[in-house]
């Protein structure tokens, strides 16, 4: 909620990120094959959108943290540009903002709280559906 301009605010959460010596050891450890290297230096030069398909398969495994020799921790970078490009530059689907406008509206209500009072044994056998 406090990012007024992501491309910019990415330096400042992550001023190392620019440092990136393109050593692609990041690269070589990730388990999932991410081209982590490309996704961070996508992320400096402002191609979010890029950036964030590329870390899309990232799991947090953290691996890529300790052999970065500039002290980026790639995927944290790749994390906040994954959710910038859904928050800032990813068109919302209508049906998403029409049902965020119900929950808002209390259309939900009495089921939530329906739900909210069972016990934890009645949530066991509880009807799905």
């Known amino acids: 909620e406090e990012i007024k301009d992501p491309k910019q605010d990415l330096f400042r959460h992550f001023?190392?990120?620019a440092l990136c010596r393109n050593c692609n050891a990041c690269?070589?450890?990730c388990p999932q094959g991410i081209d982590v290297r490309t996704g961070v230096w996508k992320a400096?030069?402002?191609?979010?959108?890029?950036s964030a398909n590329l870390f899309?398969?990232?799991?947090?495994?953290?691996?890529c943290?300790?052999?970065?020799i500039a002290d980026i921790?790639?995927?944290?970078?790749?994390?906040?540009v994954r959710r910038a490009q859904?928050?800032?530059?990813?068109?919302?689907p209508v049906q998403l903002s029409a049902?965020?406008?119900e929950i808002q509206k209390g259309k939900f209500d009495p089921e939530w709280n329906q739900l909210l009072s069972l016990s934890e044994e009645e949530l066991k056998t509880a009807p799905i559906g």
């Open 44 to 50: 400096v030069f402002g191609d979010f959108k890029e």
């Open 99 to 101: 049902r965020i406008e």
């Open 73 to 80: 921790a790639p995927n944290q970078v790749g994390l906040y």
């Open 56 to 63: 899309l398969p990232c799991v947090m495994c953290n691996l």
């Open 15 to 17: 001023p190392e990120a």
């Open 27 to 29: 690269t070589e450890a």
């Open 65 to 68: 943290v300790p052999v970065c």
């Open 86 to 92: 859904a928050i800032f530059f990813t068109e919302k």
